[in-house]
């Protein structure tokens, strides 16, 4: 199955409602640690998913988050 990047992002007036969207949505994401750069200053979290496709990705967050995210398709690769 395809691996995506996740890469949210919203300006820093914008974080705690970024949160608040995740209240109620039900999504595997949920409850697990994630990096992100909020406490940092930067307003980014990165999630790293298996889905079908990018909307099955997307698709994961709750609107809110979604419609700030970039997905990326990715794969892993060996770096000699």
Same mark, same amino acid.
């Given at each position: 199955?395809? !691996?995506?990047l996740l890469h949210h992002r919203?300006? /820093?007036?914008?974080? +705690?409602? #970024? ?15 994630? /990096?992100?750069?909020?406490? @940092?200053?930067?307003? +980014?979290?990165?999630?790293?998913v298996e889905a079908f496709d990018? #909307?099955? @990705?997307?698709?994961?967050? /709750?609107?809110?988050? #979604?419609h700030r995210t970039d997905p ?6 060996? !770096? /000699?």
């Amino acid at each position: 199955m395809p !691996i995506f990047l996740l890469h949210h992002r919203h300006e /820093p007036s914008e974080c +705690a409602a #970024a949160f608040a969207a995740w209240q109620g949505f039900d999504s595997p994401l949920r409850r697990h640690r994630v /990096p992100s750069t909020c406490l @940092a200053g930067g307003h +980014a979290i990165w999630w790293r998913v298996e889905a079908f496709d990018f #909307a099955g @990705a997307l698709a994961l967050l /709750p609107p809110y988050v #979604a419609h700030r995210t970039d997905p990326t398709e990715v794969r892993d690769v060996q !770096i /000699p």
